[in-house]
T-cell receptor
Framework: AQSVTQLGSHVSVSEGALVLLRCNYS??????LFWYVQYPNQGLQLLLK??????LVKGINGFEAEFKKSETSFHLTKPSAHMSDAAEYFC????????????FGQGTELSVKP | DGGITQSPKYLFRKEGQNVTLSCEQN?????MYWYRQDPGQGLRLIYY???????QKGDIAEGYSVSREKKESFPLTVTSAQKNPTAFYLC?????????????FGPGTRLTVT
């Protein structure tokens, strides 16, 4: 079975500081990994995805994530936080044998202080 | 503009009543999904459909029912058998399961049952 663990349900950073949101996965087959962002009372928007091509993936809004197989991690980073980055972030995993179903982590709420 | 619409945005019902949540997509996607979101629990899969006239139970299908009579529509009925129906419900779609495609999400429906 696949699973995702997001370390830290709440992360707070200052504007301009590095954003680091942690995601570790468990999968017995090669995984495909996603990061989504959710603003209050809205749906989820895809930030980026890893599908076995380059291990460093760049996404929208200046975010990027690196797939590290040895660490079973897919952490999300952004060099400089903006106030508009305040939202909830979800990591998700799937694989070729999951029929398109995604397994989501519990989410990390990012706060950005001025 | 292509996308997924969910209606209504907010829905209030009395305990013991069935209620149907609408989900429509004009992305020509084959697969559609229903998730339930509760604070601190991420997204949990209720039902999914990979093709018209076919659907499968997800992880928390008890107390819910769906239909998929048209490619663009995947309504979810929350029945009186669902013990704790108050939640945020998200519908999603993707191009299919032959390759790994990201899911696109609707804006969600917040259901409150009293």
């Amino acid at each position: 079975a696949q699973s995702v663990t997001q370390l830290g349900s709440h992360v707070s950073v200052s504007e301009g500081a590095l954003v680091l949101l942690r995601c570790n996965y468990s999968s017995s087959v090669p995984p495909y990994l996603f990061w989504y962002v959710q603003y209050p009372n809205q749906g989820l928007q895809l930030l980026l995805k890893y599908t076995s091509a380059a291990t460093l993936v760049k996404g929208i809004n200046g975010f990027e994530a690196e797939f590290k197989k040895s660490e079973t991690s897919f952490h999300l980073t952004k060099p400089s936080a903006h106030m508009s980055d305040a939202a909830e972030y979800f990591c998700a995993v799937t694989s070729y044998n999951q029929g398109g179903k995604l397994i989501f982590g519990q989410g990390t709420e990012l706060s950005v202080k001025p | 503009d292509g996308g997924i619409t969910q209606s209504p945005k907010y829905l209030f019902r009395k305990e013991g009543q069935n209620v149907t949540l609408s989900c429509e997509q004009n992305l020509n996607h084959d697969a559609m999904y229903w998730y339930r979101q509760d604070p601190g629990q991420g997204l949990r899969l209720i039902y999914y459909s990979q093709i018209v006239n076919d659907f499968q139970k997800g992880d928390i299908a008890e107390g819910y029912s769906v239909s998929r009579e048209k490619k663009e529509s995947f309504p979810l009925t929350v029945t009186s058998a669902q013990k704790n129906p108050t939640a945020f419900y998200l519908c999603a779609s993707s191009t299919g399961t032959g390759d790994i495609h990201e899911q696109y999400f609707g804006p969600g429906t917040r259901l409150t049952v009293t």
